[in-house]
């Protein structure tokens, strides 16, 4: 057990910059302290995103409460929660157990590889938290305030959450190592390892859409969940079990079935717990090992002038960006994840949807002018915040790291390589944008002109989050790094943008609501308004931007 919590440390200081703080207090307090003023600016920033949320859970409590369904919202939030740490934790788990540079040194010590993984397996599970939490707290705090429980309500619902993401990030670590130890010895074994995540949340969505179709309710049975108590509970939460046992667990305590479903909250737990730390020291190093074997390559290099192909500066440096990029998967991973799951998350609750539903909701687009454009204002903001959370922007020039040198003799403009970098970054959110622009045309039935006017304002949106974490990255790069994923994980630098990004996102459904309600615009004067202010902002950003490139790229320093 020491040897585990001395790993378990080593991984927390890796991760988190603990000792790095220590560092900074002890010699360089300046430093300190700013690196101190981003925790309140970060809160700060949540604000208006947990108020978003809260919000919406009260709208829903308010139609729950007359029929009894109150407990329906944590139900809500456990599935949501769970679901989100399966399937978004496939990619992370992969990353943090087969891609990180300190395995180099971990591997060859005298520990099991069970010790290994559980310290790496209990740092995702703490970084999981950080996510799990805005979306189960402001449900239980709107239970809690409207439904006055007991003090032990509040006891267990804190151990229910500490609990949450263990069961699906179990899960998809035991998928991660097995799919690691068969593509150990393929060829193009990083195209198969991605594919195959893609593939498991396939076939995860695959079987809770047939599981769905077998057990499709008909109107007398959704009639009898209603007339239950909670009994919409059990229609929420049957796609995932933990996720029920959670919620009756919480709803019954102290009764004895609150303790029958909290046992198989736990046990459960325990028991995937328990298969992944008997497999690690089977499984982990057959996949890890295997995996770092390459062969070399025997294709002939030909240069001379009838092969080579000039190109401008801007194709060329382009390239540049794009290959700085795919050269690590710890670079390639979390711009896959934003960019595909999108879209997927959207179109799963579709496929979910009866016939009736897929038809009413088609309906309520086409006459309900104002649903459409709320539909518009939640895609765009969507697409906006997803290009900060997949980091291209915020690690343009960070992930150059010592190379950067290069970037400072070039006999290129700084103003070009910028403009190459902000490129690379937008053609992301752009192929996002197509793709659900597509889902929209073909299952919704959206009309053209209002795609076309999501398109704008999420094109728009897009451009000014990017603009302004690369010039974040600008003003403050990290070029010290020794591991790629100290560049997207301990990067103070992508935690501004994606807290601001979601404070911006905040700020403006708020805009949003005053001018529907308070100012009473129509719907397109709102989203003209929107796009104006975007646009403005936009300029400014721009302006800031490329204003200072010429000076900050002589500042920087190796």
Same mark, same amino acid.
């Given at each position: 057990?020491?040897?585990?919590?001395?790993?378990?440390?080593?991984?927390?200081?890796?991760?988190?910059?603990?000792?790095?703080?220590?560092?900074?207090?002890?010699?360089?307090?300046?430093?300190?302290?700013?690196?101190?003023?981003?925790?309140?600016?970060?809160?700060?920033?949540?604000?208006?995103?947990?108020?978003?949320?809260?919000?919406?859970?009260?709208?829903?409590?308010?139609?729950?409460?007359?029929?009894?369904?109150?407990?329906?919202?944590?139900?809500?939030?456990?599935?949501?929660?769970?679901?989100?740490?399966?399937?978004?934790?496939?990619?992370?788990?992969?990353?943090?157990?087969?891609?990180?540079?300190?395995?180099?040194?971990?591997?060859?010590?005298?520990?099991?590889?069970?010790?290994?993984?559980?310290?790496?397996?209990?740092?995702?599970?703490?970084?999981?938290?950080?996510?799990?939490?805005?979306?189960?707290?402001?449900?239980?705090?709107?239970?809690?305030?409207?439904?006055?429980?007991?003090?032990?309500?509040?006891?267990?619902?804190?151990?229910?959450?500490?609990?949450?993401?263990?069961?699906?990030?179990?899960?998809?670590?035991?998928?991660?190592?097995?799919?690691?130890?068969?593509?150990?010895?393929?060829?193009?074994?990083?195209?198969?390892?991605?594919?195959?995540?893609?593939?498991?949340?396939?076939?995860?969505?695959?079987?809770?859409?047939?599981?769905?179709?077998?057990?499709?309710?008909?109107?007398?049975?959704?009639?009898?969940?209603?007339?239950?108590?909670?009994?919409?509970?059990?229609?929420?939460?049957?796609?995932?079990?933990?996720?029920?046992?959670?919620?009756?667990?919480?709803?019954?305590?102290?009764?004895?079935?609150?303790?029958?479903?909290?046992?198989?909250?736990?046990?459960?737990?325990?028991?995937?717990?328990?298969?992944?730390?008997?497999?690690?020291?089977?499984?982990?190093?057959?996949?890890?090992?295997?995996?770092?074997?390459?062969?070399?390559?025997?294709?002939?290099?030909?240069?001379?002038?009838?092969?080579?192909?000039?190109?401008?500066?801007?194709?060329?440096?382009?390239?540049?960006?794009?290959?700085?990029?795919?050269?690590?998967?710890?670079?390639?991973?979390?711009?896959?994840?934003?960019?595909?799951?999108?879209?997927?998350?959207?179109?799963?609750?579709?496929?979910?949807?009866?016939?009736?539903?897929?038809?009413?909701?088609?309906?309520?687009?086409?006459?309900?002018?104002?649903?459409?454009?709320?539909?518009?204002?939640?895609?765009?903001?969507?697409?906006?915040?997803?290009?900060?959370?997949?980091?291209?922007?915020?690690?343009?020039?960070?992930?150059?790291?010592?190379?950067?040198?290069?970037?400072?003799?070039?006999?290129? !403009? *700084?103003? =070009?390589?910028? /403009? $190459?970098?902000?490129? +690379?970054?937008?053609?992301?959110?752009?192929?996002? #944008?197509? @793709?659900?622009?597509?889902?929209?045309?073909?299952?919704?039935?959206?009309?053209?002109?209002?795609?076309?006017?999501?398109?704008?304002?999420?094109?728009?949106?897009?451009?000014?989050?990017?603009?302004?974490?690369?010039?974040?990255?600008?003003?403050?790069?990290?070029?010290?790094?020794?591991?790629?994923?100290?560049?997207?994980?301990?990067?103070?630098?992508?935690?501004?943008?994606?807290?601001?990004?979601?404070?911006?996102?905040?700020?403006?459904?708020?805009?949003?609501?005053?001018?529907?309600?308070?100012?009473?615009? !129509? *719907?397109? =004067?709102?989203? /003209? $308004?929107?796009?104006? +202010?975007?646009?403005?902002?936009?300029?400014?950003? #721009?302006? @800031?931007?490329?204003?200072?490139?010429?000076?900050?790229?002589?500042?920087?320093?190796?």
């Amino acid at each position: 057990m020491k040897t585990f919590w001395a790993v378990l440390k080593t991984q927390l200081n890796q991760t988190f910059g603990f000792s790095y703080f220590r560092y900074l207090y002890k010699n360089s307090r300046p430093r300190f302290f700013r690196r101190l003023a981003f925790v309140p600016l970060m809160l700060l920033a949540l604000v208006p995103l947990l108020k978003l949320i809260t919000d919406m859970y009260r709208m829903v409590f308010e139609v729950l409460h007359p029929l009894g369904q109150d407990a329906l919202i944590f139900a809500l939030a456990f599935v949501l929660s769970q679901s989100l740490a399966l399937v978004f934790g496939l990619f992370y788990l992969m990353s943090h157990f087969y891609l990180a540079k300190d395995l180099d040194i971990l591997v060859p010590l005298p520990v099991k590889p069970s010790v290994i993984l559980g310290a790496k397996f209990l740092i995702v599970v703490i970084s999981e938290y950080m996510v799990m939490l805005p979306i189960v707290l402001p449900a239980l705090f709107v239970y809690g305030v409207n439904t006055g429980p007991p003090w032990t309500f509040w006891i267990l619902a804190s151990f229910i959450s500490l609990l949450l993401p263990i069961f699906p990030l179990a899960l998809s670590s035991i998928f991660v190592m097995l799919l690691m130890k068969v593509t150990s010895a393929a060829k193009g074994r990083g195209v198969m390892r991605v594919a195959g995540a893609f593939f498991g949340i396939f076939i995860f969505t695959a079987v809770q859409w047939l599981q769905y179709r077998f057990r499709k309710s008909g109107p007398q049975d959704m009639s009898d969940l209603i007339a239950g108590p909670n009994g919409l509970v059990h229609l929420v939460t049957r796609k995932f079990p933990p996720s029920l046992w959670a919620a009756e667990g919480l709803l019954h305590f102290p009764k004895p079935a609150g303790f029958y479903y909290l046992a198989l909250f736990t046990g459960s737990t325990l028991v995937i717990t328990a298969v992944l730390y008997f497999l690690a020291d089977r499984v982990f190093y057959k996949g890890l090992i295997g995996g770092n074997e390459v062969s070399a390559k025997r294709k002939k290099i030909v240069t001379n002038r009838e092969t080579c192909k000039a190109r401008s500066p801007f194709q060329a440096l382009f390239i540049r960006e794009w290959r700085n990029l795919t050269r690590s998967a710890s670079f390639l991973m979390p711009v896959l994840v934003n960019t595909l799951m999108f879209p997927l998350a959207l179109v799963v609750p579709v496929i979910f949807a009866s016939g009736e539903n897929l038809a009413g909701l088609v309906n309520k687009i086409q006459a309900d002018i104002w649903f459409r454009y709320i539909v518009i204002f939640i895609a765009a903001g969507l697409i906006t915040w997803l290009g900060a959370a997949n980091s291209i922007a915020i690690t343009a020039l960070s992930r150059e790291g010592q190379t950067f040198w290069i970037s400072k003799i070039l006999p290129v !403009s *700084p103003f =070009l390589q910028v /403009l $190459s970098k902000l490129a +690379l970054a937008f053609v992301f959110p752009l192929f996002l #944008t197509g @793709l659900v622009l597509l889902g929209e045309a073909l299952l919704l039935h959206f009309p053209p002109g209002h795609l076309a006017m999501q398109a704008l304002l999420a094109m728009i949106g897009s451009l000014l989050i990017m603009g302004f974490s690369l010039h974040l990255d600008l003003l403050n790069p990290k070029l010290d790094w020794t591991d790629p994923q100290q560049v997207m994980k301990r990067n103070y630098n992508a935690i501004i943008s994606v807290f601001s990004t979601m404070g911006f996102i905040g700020l403006n459904a708020g805009f949003i609501v005053f001018l529907a309600q308070e100012a009473d615009l !129509s *719907p397109s =004067l709102t989203y /003209l $308004s929107v796009t104006v +202010l975007w646009l403005l902002l936009l300029g400014l950003i #721009t302006w @800031l931007l490329f204003s200072r490139v010429e000076t900050c790229y002589r500042k920087i320093e190796l």
